[in-house]
């Protein structure tokens, strides 16, 4: 198996597009084929990683830090054949997409997932009391739930698209394999790909 991961640079904690890279991320959700319903996923990364058979695993992934961030994806493939080849191919694909034509209703459904994803981890008052420390050390306030679910729902498709182009479209990755890494495009290629027209 290959374990590979691309990313670019992201945002901050306190960076104004921090929930519009955060509804990307969740635009491209994750998937394990040990998990049920791979077709009935909402991600359409998702269904077409079920439907090619051989990648095992993905994840997408937004970390912060103080002053910096970053964006991106990894998962875990099968070797055969060109398999790791397209299996980046599917990865960088669904950033374009999200890029070039990602649905008013993806945006929506995206939105609602990630504001049910950011409760749900404040269930329980040791994630309460996580969550109210980091928000101190990151904003030096506690934000309110109507204020974050006013930042979410102030993310349209429009606003989505800038902050792509700003900085995952057409951005030089940072790619890293582990494993059988024969299978993984030349970097050139993964280059090519942050930006390539014949999608």
Do not use: H
Not at 117 to 131: F, I, W
Not at 171 to 197: A, H, I, N, W
């Amino acid at each position: 198996a290959v374990v590979s991961t691309q990313s670019t640079g992201g945002v901050s904690w306190t960076n104004p597009d921090y929930f519009a890279l955060m509804i990307a991320n969740t635009l491209a959700g994750s998937w394990n084929r040990a998990q049920l319903g791979g077709r009935t996923q909402p991600s359409k990364l998702a269904r077409k990683m079920f439907d090619m058979g051989k990648p095992q695993s993905y994840m997408s992934f937004n970390t912060c830090y103080k002053d910096t961030g970053l964006w991106g994806m990894y998962g875990v493939c099968e070797r055969q054949d060109d398999a790791v080849r397209k299996f980046t191919d599917a990865m960088q694909g669904e950033w374009r997409r999200i890029f070039r034509s990602v649905s008013p209703g993806e945006v929506q459904r995206a939105k609602n997932m990630l504001k049910t994803m950011m409760l749900s981890q404040c269930d329980g008052t040791t994630a309460v009391c996580e969550d109210i420390g980091r928000q101190m050390l990151t904003y030096g306030r506690r934000i309110p739930l109507a204020e974050i679910d006013a930042r979410i729902e102030a993310v349209t498709p429009d606003v989505l698209k800038r902050v792509m182009e700003a900085y995952v479209y057409d951005k030089d990755p940072v790619c890293v394999g582990l494993g059988s890494t024969e299978g993984l495009p030349d970097y050139s290629l993964l280059k090519f790909q942050m930006s390539s027209p014949l999608d």
